[in-house]
C-alpha cells in the first residue's frame, strides 16, 4: 500500500526553536511538494523538488525556512527560528511528473508557542 | 493567471440525495485535473484523476466530467451517505506552471441522516 508518510504527527515548541518536518515520497515518484494550509490561507505551495532539483520555493519565506532531499526517499522541511505565525498543518505530497497527479501524506501539525 | 473556483462554497443535502459538485476554471491549457476529498484535520485524499484528453472518470459512486472548452469540471456522488460528508477540493496541473497544482477554495458537504 503506497503511501506518502509524514513524520513527526504533531509537533508543539517554543518561538525561537527550530522545527524540521519529514516526509518520504511514494516510491518511484520524482515530484515532492510542500504545502501549508491553515484556516485564513487555506493551502499554499511552499516549495517543489522535481529529480531532487528544487524547482519552486518562492512560496516560502527564505529567511526563515529551508526545504532539501538529501535523497529519493527524504524530503525535509525546515523552520528555523520558528514564529508563532508559522502554526498551521503541513503537507507533503509526491507524484509523477505532469501525468500522475499528486498524492498527500497524513501532514504535520506544528504549534508555535 | 488561472483561477479555480467552486460554488457553492458549503452544501447540505438529506441521506440519500446525489450530490453535484463544481468546479470552474480559466486557463484550459492544462495537463489533468483531480478531485480531492479532506476530512477535518486530515489530510487530503485523491478520489479521481482526470488527464487533459479525458471526459470523465468513475470510481464506484463517484463520477468526474471534464469539459475544458467550458472550463468546469463536475463530481457526482450518487446515493449520498453521511460519511461523504467532508471538504470537496479540485486542483488543476497547468502546463504553464509545471507540475504545481492550482487549488479551488472547496465545497465543504453536509450529508445529514
Known amino acids: 500500500d503506497a503511501r506518502v508518510t509524514q513524520t513527526p504527527r504533531h509537533k508543539v515548541t517554543e518561538m525561537g526553536q527550530e522545527v524540521t518536518m519529514r516526509c518520504q515520497p511514494i516510491?518511484?515518484?520524482?515530484?515532492v511538494f510542500w504545502y501549508r494550509q491553515t484556516m485564513m490561507q487555506g493551502l499554499e505551495l511552499l516549495a517543489y523538488f522535481r529529480n531532487r532539483a528544487p524547482l519552486d520555493d518562492s512560496g516560502m519565506p527564505k529567511d526563515r525556512f529551508s526545504a532539501e532531499m538529501p535523497d529519493a526517499t527524504l524530503a525535509t522541511l525546515k523552520i528555523q527560528p520558528s514564529e508563532p505565525r508559522d502554526s498551521a498543518v503541513y503537507f507533503c505530497a509526491s507524484g509523477l511528473a505532469k501525468v500522475g497527479g499528486q498524492f498527500f501524506g497524513p501532514g504535520t501539525r506544528l504549534t508555535v508557542l | 493567471k488561472q483561477e479555480v473556483t467552486q460554488i457553492p462554497a458549503a452544501l447540505s443535502v438529506p441521506e440519500g440525495e446525489n450530490l453535484v459538485l463544481n468546479c470552474s476554471f480559466t486557463?484550459?491549457?492544462?495537463?489533468?485535473l483531480q478531485w480531492f476529498r479532506q476530512d477535518p484535520g486530515k489530510g487530503l485524499t485523491s478520489l479521481l484523476l482526470i488527464q487533459s484528453s479525458q471526459r470523465e472518470q468513475t470510481s464506484g459512486r463517484l463520477n468526474a466530467s471534464l469539459d475544458k472548452s467550458s472550463g468546469r469540471s463536475t463530481l457526482y456522488i450518487a446515493a449520498s451517505q453521511p460519511g461523504d460528508s467532508a471538504t470537496y477540493l479540485c486542483a488543476l496541473m497547468i502546463k504553464a506552471a509545471g507540475n504545481k497544482l492550482t487549488f479551488g477554495g472547496g465545497t465543504r458537504v453536509l450529508v445529514k441522516p
Open positions: 516510491l518511484g515518484h520524482n515530484t
Open positions: 486557463d484550459s491549457a492544462i495537463y489533468n
